[in-house]
């Protein structure tokens, strides 16, 4: 490839950039497996031939699907023989991802959760149809399927996502006075505060890979939640303190133990009450909290 044709590749890329890791991070729920996919994109989009692409944008996402596709494959198997439970490695995003509902919506941590029970080939179907707004056809050169199956996939998970997701989605206003509210509770120790600020059916997910502790099943119930965060609390080896964040176009909060990151937590708010946490310590998860991921749907 010519160098005037590689810098028409390059400025190609990078003008949808964000778009693919965008598509990647969803389909993966994870930045460091979505950066890898984005290099390996990268590599195959300069090799095809100047001239050749009409639709820079549809063919490199049509790269980053089938990329991703294979990724996710290869890492089922790896995450089944994770260390307790597996969750999304959380992000740091700006306001603006936050303002825009749709995209909030795609990247919270509940929606990543609900994916993970998705088959890969459905996970991917989903996101393109449901959150990008990809046409079928489109979808069917992506993912090697016919037109028809494509279909049929994408009814089958949006009504296998519809059964999982929240009733209704909380504004980002019911979720940042949940997470003030958790904030505090944690922060001053009132068992009785925490217990308010959580549904009687709340359910405690964490991630600690093995390396932090944490729950490796899941925790349900205030009063089991609420005991739990009490025993990590009075085990912490250090000054415990909880900062507020935007995580996943969503508040959240991340944990401290003397000045130390010690990990991050996501919320689900539904009327007014937290009905899941998501709690992430593993350390090799946290490198996406202290610098901004840009995302885009567009």
């Known amino acids: 490839m010519s160098g005037q ?3 028409a590749a390059t400025e190609a890329f990078f003008a949808h950039r964000d778009l693919l890791f965008t598509i990647a991070y969803e389909m993966l729920g994870s930045a460091a497996d979505a950066e890898d996919v984005l290099q390996e994109t990268w590599l195959r989009w300069v090799e095809v031939e100047p001239g050749r692409v009409d639709e820079p944008r549809a063919y490199l996402v049509r790269i980053v699907t089938r990329q991703s596709l294979n990724r996710l494959r290869a890492v089922k198997r790896r995450r089944e023989a994770y260390v307790g439970q597996w969750l999304p490695e959380p992000l740091l995003t ?19 959760v609900v994916l993970e029970t998705l088959a890969p080939a459905e996970r991917a179907v989903f996101v393109l149809r449901e959150v990008f707004g990809a046409p079928y056809e489109e979808i069917a050169a992506a993912v090697g ?3 028809d199956a494509v279909r049929q996939i994408a009814h089958r998970a949006r009504r296998h996502v519809d059964a999982r997701r ?12 949940a997470s003030e509210s958790l904030r505090r509770a944690v922060e001053t120790r009132d068992l009785q505060s925490l217990f308010d600020v959580l549904a009687p059916d709340v359910v405690w997910l964490s991630d600690g890979g093995g390396v932090r502790g944490a729950a490796r099943r899941p925790i349900v119930g205030a009063e089991r939640v609420v005991r739990f965060i009490a ?4 085990k912490a080896p250090g000054v415990v303190t909880v900062h507020p964040a935007v995580l996943n176009g969503a508040p959240a909060l991340i944990t401290r133990v003397d000045g130390e990151l010690d990990g991050a ?4 708010v539904e009327d007014g009450r937290i009905t899941g946490l998501y ?6 998860k946290l490198g996406r909290v202290g610098r901004r991921t840009a995302l885009t749907l567009r």
């Open 5 to 7: 044709a590689t810098d």
């Open 94 to 112: 700006s306001p603006d991802v936050a303002e825009d509902v749709e995209l909030a919506e795609s990247v919270s941590m509940a929606l990543l």
């Open 145 to 147: 399927k016919s037109t």
């Open 166 to 177: 929240p009733r209704r989605a909380a504004s980002p206003g019911e979720v940042r006075a």
């Open 231 to 234: 025993g990590l609390l009075g």
């Open 265 to 268: 937590v996501a919320l689900r």
């Open 279 to 284: 709690y992430v310590g593993n350390p090799d």
